[in-house]
């Protein structure tokens, strides 16, 4: 068996989607330990615990911070050093990335009511945000991209990148990328021990305000620990797609648009849907024979078989009905008219509409965020955003009269709760003839 088949009609089909869907996220005690003693030592003793940490996972040999620190003309020479058609691929995505975005600014605004009284929002960027980048074998230029540029737009003072350096090896790619989104620092240093370097701050590196960006599970265990001493974007789960198609989309398209997430890695996450069953028999043909031609096949096919499936349902509501319940990641409406179903989809991280739409291109240059809710947290979360990077304050400034109109109902209010001093300051503020 290569990918499951599943039918709305079966009598377990409920229990066999629940099962489906089941991922457990950051859970390891024996890594919840391992980090925990990190993040104490880098805390404790600052640059000299990243030092030896980084020495100890990465397989380097430094002995100060300053080696860390890649300068911003070595940023430049990697750009620069890059094939012109990956150059400027990166400037395509990253000026649609830019562009997308400053459609979410968000401004300060205030009203004033009758009474004189004033309300408000302050929107104020954050001052200092720190952004990890996989590093190795999972080296991502465009999660520098995704990750960087909302910030900018934002308006953040300074963004600190980590980026793990393995042996000393840096995809240059990577580099390039900071320098095009205008990442301040970069320091090669990855794991537990930056993700405290970055929450707590040293010697050598700046306590940041949010850390964002994707990593293992000892990083992912690490956010999760820090979080309260900062902010964090989310705990990341596995890729997912789920492709809903009515039947006449080309069935090799759909068995690469499912390779697509399959392919990141064994725990990732592909489904088909369609009310169409001879269709699910050529997007299985199409599988069986699209898959050896992949040069991540072996990990595709583990993702496929114990993650994937092919559903059939009934109808255009049951299909609906399945994309909620899901939340997926990343929702592919492979279909004639998908506008059609969009005032009834409540759930998903990003929406992809059409047939010639592919999740590839919003991975890397549609323009919206990559970095996407996971795991059905769709249902309360969103994409990535300069909403991520910016912060509001409540603005009240009252007239005289609004303090005594507002102070008689905070009094009464206050009391209730016996709580006298709150109750007597607001009554300080009433006039007697109000």
Known sequence: MIIRKLSTHSPNFSQQLDDLLAWSSVSDPKVAATVEDILCGVRKRGDEAVIEYTN????????????????????????????????QALEVSAERVRHYHTHQVQSSWEFTEGDGTVLGQKITPMDRVGLYVPGGKASYPSSVLMNAIPAKVAGVEEIIMVVPAPGGDLNPMVLAAAAIAGVDKVYTMGGAQAVAALAYGTESIAKVDKIVGPGNIYVATAKRAVFGEVAIDMIAGPSEILVVCDGDTNPDWVAMDLFSQAEHDEQAQAILISDDAEFIERVEQSIESLLPT????????????????????????????????????????????????????????????????????????????HVLPTSGTARFSSPLGVYDFQKRSSIIYCSPEGASKLGKVASVLARGESLEAHARSAEYRIVDSD
Do not use: W
Not at 59 to 67: F, L, P, T, Y
Not at 74 to 81: F, K, R, V
């Open 56 to 87: 100890q996972f990465d397989r380097r040999k430094i002995a100060s911070i300053d080696e860390l620190l890649v300068s911003p003309s070595e940023l430049q020479e990697a750009l620069n050093s890059l094939p012109m058609e990956q150059r």
């Open 294 to 369: 992949l040069a991540r096949s072996d990990i595709a096919a583990v993702s496929l078989k114990n993650r994937g499936a092919l559903i059939k349902a009934d109808d255009k509501a049951q299909v609906i009905d399945l994309i909620n319940r899901i939340a997926p990641e990343h929702l592919e409406l492979s279909v004639e008219d998908p506008e059609s179903y969009l005032d009834d989809i409540r759930h998903a991280g990003a929406i992809f509409m059409g047939r010639h739409t592919s999740e590839a291109l919003g991975d890397y240059c549609a323009g919206p965020n």
